[in-house]
């Protein structure tokens, strides 16, 4: 039976560096250690004025095809996961499929907001399954939010951040590694708590909007902060049970990174070491689509993953959806 498996991965991050120290200026308060002693945030990257979602992607793209010793003329399909889109349209998979010249793939992009990562690797592993015309599949999850940040909203502001991840699915006869299971799950009561609401059809861009700043990222209502670890505790379980492993037997874990006490609070209701969910958010603060990958790349360089592992990632964002899904490696 055909399946998916990892090959390699890649990241970007953008070369401005953000520190704590910006927003006390910015705010006139104590951030940084609040942030640190909270989020273990320290700093963060935004993009330069002249850079964009496509561009992080396209360098993340290069470091994970590198990393696999796949050529461009090779992939068959981009997957672009980003809720902060080039366009409206048309796709930024396009963009970058131009960019890489890599003319032999399709291309789509996914909107799930921050679960849209796993989403991708979800769709991208059934493609390769189903259809035996893929066998190079790229995934990338990317990141542009400064782009959309309101400088005077403390909420927003001091956490959103930029970065791009990817990798490289490739078909697999061999039944020991790969895709195991995934679960995806949306409760769209929450769809209109937090998001970017001015820019589509329900409310496009205007003197009004403009205004009162409706195309920027806003926290209209405050989200539980119990959602995620509940959430995320039931359908790791759930997802577990798929393949008859417990929690235990997941060697790695790679969270949605925008709160550090909830991926803790989760691994200690799942009854696992803490220590095996990889964090990088001390770095980049909250990356959205692009945290996981991310934070996997970030893993693999520093020789913590190896043959047989399993890797669970689950992601979740606005919507409110999530996205889980077990590999191994």
């Not at 520190?19 to 006390?24: K, L, T, V």
């Not at 001091?158 to 990817?166: E, I, K, N």
């Not at 059809?201 to 119990?226: A, G």
């Not at 379980?237 to 790695?252: A, F, G, Q, S, T």
């Amino acid at each position: 039976m055909r399946n998916s498996i990892i090959i390699g991965s890649g990241s970007y991050a953008p070369d401005r560096v953000i520190p704590n120290s910006y927003f006390n200026e910015l705010l006139g308060e104590d951030i940084d250690t609040w942030l640190r002693e909270n989020l273990t945030i320290r700093e963060r990257r935004w993009c330069l004025l002249n850079q964009s979602t496509a561009d992080l992607c396209v360098e993340a793209a290069k470091n994970a095809l590198q990393n696999s010793n796949v050529g461009v003329k090779q992939l068959d399909l981009i997957i672009v996961a980003t809720d902060t889109p080039e366009y409206i349209s048309p796709s930024t998979a396009s963009v970058v499929q131009y960019r890489l010249g890599a003319k032999n793939s399709g291309t789509f992009d996914i909107n799930t907001a921050c679960a849209g990562f796993v989403t991708a690797l979800d769709t991208g592993s059934k493609f390769i399954q189903a259809d035996e015309s893929y066998n190079h599949i790229l995934i990338i999850g990317a990141y542009a939010m400064s782009k959309y940040l309101d400088l005077t909203d403390k909420k927003t502001v001091t956490l959103f951040a930029d970065g791009a991840g990817a990798v490289v699915l490739k078909s697999s006869n061999e039944s020991s590694s790969g895709y195991l299971a995934s679960l995806l799950y949306t409760d769209g009561q929450f769809h209109d708590w937090m998001g970017i609401y001015a820019g589509g059809t329900h409310l496009p861009i205007s003197e009004k909007v403009l205004e009162r700043k409706d195309y920027l990222l806003k926290f209209v209502k405050k989200i539980p902060k119990e959602i995620n670890p509940i959430t995320w505790t039931k359908i790791i379980k759930e997802v577990c049970n798929k393949v008859n492993i417990l929690p235990e037997h997941i060697e790695h874990y790679f969270f949605t990174q925008i709160n550090i006490n909830s991926i803790r609070e989760t691994m200690d209701m799942l009854g696992v070491n803490p220590e095996r969910a990889h964090t990088i958010m001390d770095r980049y603060a909250y990356t959205g689509s692009a945290c996981i990958p991310m934070a996997l790349d970030d893993a693999w360089k520093k020789g913590k993953l190896k043959e047989g592992d399993n890797v669970l990632f689950i992601g979740s964002g606005g919507g409110l959806a999530f996205a889980c899904a077990i590999y191994r490696l």
